[in-house]
């Protein structure tokens, strides 16, 4: 059925004013002042009067089959329940595995993204997990980002971390080639997506192969950026010469007390040097554990990451800071859909997907959420859950 949202206060994430969006066949095929609707047209209408519309939201780094387990098996995260995506407003998720790419296989992500997209959403995969050399779904990465269209990228590969497995100059850039060359025989970007650890080399490594190699430097998406002052500031030299940065969302207090930066300072500060915003992105690494280590690195205890802190983070970002509205949506809606290369994703505009999130002006709480056109969310009350949640 035909869907006509009337009255909202559009963010495509430009400020479009007061607008009515049509969606027919899960995609928006008119933006208008007023559309009416004649004759004997079925469609299902929504007064969104005091609210904002934007773009779903894009959650470019999720353990969608869980995460962690640095505690022992009884550590590990589980999976991400459907219902968390819908109360977040997330539309597109891209799902990784993590420190642990052992007892979780491409297969395990593969078949939870399917899982994700049978009930609404749009859900890609990386392939690999925080180790080299990459353990594939196929027998090598180029063949992965090739011939799975749900395989957009590489990652988590870890660096600068007690986790990761220690990757060398070569190993690193030789995956970025793969990534590449794959990307463009498939019409894909061919992301890798680096895991930065508290190491004292923070992104050196990627700086690197910008100055040595021809790889440019748009396949790097190194994330967990804020962690702490000194990989933030590396991070922002890395933004200053082209690069792309991601923050990461998910935290505890502890975190912050330690030093790590909440993501509403990082992009203040972005914005206040002036530096290329339309290169930062938001992700929560939800699901993925969050685990506490003491100065020794022995193992303190876990918390775990919540998709929901995504667009929590744009939120702090508007009321604490002031950030612009359509700013701060960007690094959940249009920045990733540009980074990762997702087509149709991230605006609102015509011909685009109807993923769309409504919020109430005044609180900016989420009250409605769309996915391809299917209201997954209306009112506040979540209409789509996982077969087995309650
Ligand atoms: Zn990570």
Known sequence: MLKLIKNAEVFAPKFLGKKDVLIAGGKICSISDSI?????????????????LFPGFIDTHVHIVGGGGEGGFSTRTPEIAFSDMV??????????????GYGRSMENLLAKAGALEEKGVTAFVNTGSYQVPVRTFT??????????????GVGEIAISDHRCSCPT?????????????????????GVVNIHVGDGQGGVDILEEIAQRTEIPRKHFIPTHMNRSGYVFEKGLQYLRNGGNLDFTTSTVPLFIEEGEIPCYEAIDRIIKEDLDISKVTLSSDGQGSLPIFDEKGNYRGVEIGRVTS?????????????????????????????IYG??????????????????????????????????LMKNKDILVKGVFEK
């Open 310 to 338: 995504l667009y929590q983070a744009v939120v702090e970002c508007i009321k604490l800071k002031g950030i612009k509205i359509e700013q701060a949506i960007s690094l959940i809606t249009e920045n990733p859909a540009k």
């Open 139 to 152: 027998d090598s990465i180029s063949k992965d980002i090739m011939f799975h269209e749900k395989i957009i």
């Open 87 to 100: 109360e977040g407003g997330i539309t597109t998720i891209i799902g990784t595995l993590g420190t642990d």
């Open 342 to 375: 997702l087509k149709g994703k991230g605006k609102i505009d015509v011909d685009f997907d109807a993923d769309l999130v409504l919020v109430d002006k005044g609180d900016l709480t989420i009250d409605t959420v769309l996915a391809k056109g299917k209201i």
């Open 36 to 52: 009416v609707m004649k004759g004997n047209v079925e469609v299902e209408e929504t007064d969104a009067m005091g609210q904002y």
């Open 169 to 189: 100059f070569d190993e690193i850039a030789r995956i970025a080639a793969e990534a590449r060359v794959a990307g463009m025989l498939s019409g894909k970007v």
